[in-house]
């Protein structure tokens, strides 16, 4: 079973394309994508990553980062 975890996303464009992802709650967690799409997907391969590195070092996760239920879903969505 999967555990969704809600947690504040930032998506910044660069000047070369593409997009930064960043989270306030988790400093560790950077990465990027070249469509919003795959910044989502690279993010969630991140959190992933800085999950396990907290559960190495035995450390708590953020306060501010809980399992979720029932999810609510936001996003932005380009049109043409």
């Keep these: 079973m999967s555990i969704i975890y ?16 960043t ?9 990027e994508g070249d469509t919003i799409k795959e910044a989502l997907e690279n993010a969630e ?10 559960e190495d070092l035995g450390r708590p996760l953020p306060t501010a980062l809980q ?4 999810m609510w879903l936001e996003t932005a969505v380009a049109v043409s």
Excluded at 6 to 21: A, D, R, S
Excluded at 45 to 54: F, K, M, N, S, T
């Design 45 to 54: 391969d991140a959190l992933l990553a800085v999950i396990e590195a907290y």
């Design 23 to 31: 989270c306030p709650f988790l400093p560790e967690l950077i990465t």
């Design 6 to 21: 809600k947690l504040p996303l930032v998506l910044e464009p660069q000047p070369e394309g593409g997009f930064t992802v």
């Design 67 to 70: 399992p979720i239920a029932p």
